[in-house]
């Protein structure tokens, strides 16, 4: 498999940089065995069953774009230097993972002041990251995040205008619980408390899990031979409850529908020693690609992707190379709205 084999033309112009409003009044293409139907995100319990279960991630996007100052006293006097932060990953030692720009910049043990309560101190580079330190952890670290920080836009968003205050609204999920991402799972911002009322109405279960995005979901393949693409790793959990809720819709019956790429890849981690979906926590970086054998997903919810990633590669693995040429062919005809924050579709790949 080449990288070429997941390419397609995207008008730049289908490319959303704000969503629908109300968020169940997005667009929802259904691909099901060979029919593909033009449908409204509100909808989706017309297309769902009875006893049918989604599975959300609840993970919580937090504000991890920063700007702040490094002031440094030299033989000039006083001088400062702007510095943009970006939090990638919390580390175990309880120092962050981020890109700093201009890194070359600032010195290690230099502080990087973002408000009058947060700075931190560059404790290392590694691999062109910079090592944070902050002079605050816990819950006092979130609030003071919160105030300094924006949300992380995607790239092919950022580029085009900058987060403000109502993407702190509009870049996170309505279950939003567990903070830790630094993208969202974009194919849950599409529903409302409406929406999850007529779900459950309409006898369609729920189970969250947690997978905590992380920026790498960004980062281009830069293989020709697919295959031997390194998937960056990302923290997720499957709880004891989430399993068992999984397995006894099975039990009966039910499909298993992730909402989202990110919570189908954590509960096919979770699946593939036993091949059924057990509790399971740790760093995933499971590589869906066309050949996978899924063992937990019978359907899949979720927005339109980049040419040539390796979600591209995941919902090619799912319906089939063709079959999603001939989906994203439409989707693109039909003027659907691309990426993040744009319109949704559900995949039923055939039995």
């Known amino acids: 498999m080449q990288l070429s084999d997941f390419d397609f033309d995207l008008p730049e112009e289908l490319i959303a940089t704000r969503p629908a409003k109300p968020r169940s009044s997005a667009r929802l293409l259904v691909a099901e ?28 996007v937090i504000p991890a774009r920063l700007s702040g100052t490094r002031t440094r006293e030299g033989a000039e006097g006083r001088t400062e230097a702007r510095i943009e932060a970006t939090l990638l990953e919390a ?37 062109g990251q910079g090592v944070l330190r902050f002079d605050l952890a816990g819950e006092d670290f979130d609030a003071a995040l919160s105030e300094a920080g924006a949300m992380p836009l995607p790239p092919y968003i950022a580029q085009r205008r900058a987060a403000d205050a109502q993407d702190a609204e509009d870049y996170q999920t309505v279950w939003a619980e567990r903070s830790g991402a630094v993208a969202a799972p974009t194919a ?24 905590h995005v992380g ?23 499957v709880s004891e409850v989430a399993a068992a809720e999984i397995a006894e819709t099975r039990a009966a019956g039910g499909r298993i529908i992730p909402v989202g790429t990110t919570a189908l890849r954590l509960i096919e981690t979770a699946a593939r ?6 509790p399971w926590s740790g760093e995933t970086d ?9 063992r937990a997903t019978d359907a899949l919810m979720t927005n339109f992707h980049l040419p040539k990633s390796t979600l591209m590669m995941l919902v090619s693995a799912l319906m089939g190379p063709e079959r999603v040429r001939r989906i994203y062919d439409h989707a693109v005809a039909e003027r659907y709205r691309f990426f993040s924050y744009g ?4 995949l039923v790949p055939r039995p």
């Open 273 to 278: 020693e036993t091949g059924a979906v057990v």
């Open 343 to 346: 319109d949704a579709s559900l």
């Open 33 to 60: 065995g060979d029919a593909i139907t033009d449908a409204v995100v509100r909808d989706l319990g017309d297309w769902l069953r009875p006893g049918d279960r989604l599975v959300l991630n609840d993970t919580r």
């Open 188 to 211: 849950s911002l599409h529903f409302d408390t409406a929406l999850l009322d007529d779900l459950a109405a309409r006898g369609i279960a729920f189970s969250r899990v947690t997978l």
């Open 215 to 237: 920026a790498g979901t960004f980062l281009p393949v830069k293989v020709d031979d697919v295959t031997t693409h390194k998937m960056h790793a990302e923290w997720g959990e």
């Open 91 to 127: 580390r175990a030692d309880g120092a962050w993972s981020a890109l700093v720009k201009p890194l070359k910049k600032v010195r290690d043990g230099e502080t990087i002041r973002f408000s009058d309560r947060l700075s931190a101190v560059l404790e290392a580079r590694e691999g």
């Open 286 to 294: 499971i590589f869906i690609y066309p050949g996978f054998t899924f």
